[in-house]
């Protein structure tokens, strides 16, 4: 596709429940980092995959939460369990392997509200 | 611990310059980037610096001194449209994850 695609833009959800968000990278990007952004701050790492290799989970803040990347492309950011101050905005990036200025193309997030 | 520091706000009027600055600590570093963020969009790159210096893009330049842990973004000629927030990040290592700045929110008055 054009850019990085996420689904759902918007989820609302209650307390407990589980939710699935999705990122589709550029065509071609090797690099997928998913990223959470709290209202009026800046972005919180949570995870990276980098080709077939091992992915870097330092960032993800709990064990609820997990992510997949499958056939190398589509990304799933898996939040069980979710609690309120799980609502954020969950933003998705990819970026071509090693690129001398790793430029990061996000995509429009989506924004989850725990209710 | 990792932190950047980089001010909350910053005013400006239409056609002026404006500079806004981001000092770090971290545990190795690779670069700095800057990403500009319009309310509700997604971020976007603007600039990256690796080595000590000046690069310039258009009306936009980023500065790196890895001595002092510090950079800045200068935007010239401002417009009404560069009001936005704009965020500082570190690049540790070779690989990709970006440490973010907590964001300066830029607004630009007639």
């Known amino acids: 596709g054009a850019g990085v695609s996420q689904s759902p833009s918007n989820k609302v959800t209650e307390k407990g429940k589980d939710v699935e968000l999705r990122c589709d990278p550029i065509?071609?990007?090797?690099?997928l980092y998913w990223y959470r952004q709290s209202l009026g701050q800046g972005l919180e790492f949570l995870i990276y995959?980098?080709?077939?290799?091992?992915?870097?989970k330092s960032g993800l803040p709990s064990d609820r939460f997990s992510a997949e990347r499958t056939g190398g492309s589509v990304s799933t950011l898996t939040i069980q369990r979710t609690q309120q101050e799980d609502s954020a905005v969950y933003l998705c990036?990819?970026?071509?392997?090693?690129?001398?200025?790793?430029?990061?193309?996000f995509g429009a997030g989506t924004r989850l509200s725990v209710l | 611990g990792q932190s950047l520091e980089q001010p909350s706000e910053v005013t400006a009027v239409e056609g002026a310059i404006v500079q806004i600055n981001c000092t770090y600590q971290?545990?190795?570093?690779?670069?700095l980037s800057w990403y500009q963020q319009h309310d509700g969009g997604a971020p976007t790159f603007l600039s990256y610096?690796?080595?000590?210096g000046l690069e310039e893009t258009g009306r936009f330049s980023s500065f790196l001194s890895r001595s002092d842990s510090y950079g800045y973004l200068l935007l010239q000629e401002l417009q009404m449209k560069d009001s936005a927030s704009y965020f500082c990040?570190?690049?540790?290592?070779?690989?990709?994850?970006?440490?973010f700045g907590q964001g300066t929110e830029l607004s630009v008055k007639p």
């Open positions: 990036a990819s970026s071509l392997r090693l690129a001398a200025k790793n430029i990061q193309y």
């Open positions: 065509s071609g990007h090797t690099a």
């Open positions: 995959f980098q080709g077939n290799s091992a992915p870097d």
């Open positions: 971290t545990s190795g570093f690779y670069g």
């Open positions: 610096n690796a080595l000590d």
């Open positions: 990040a570190v690049r540790r290592n070779q690989g990709g994850k970006l440490i």
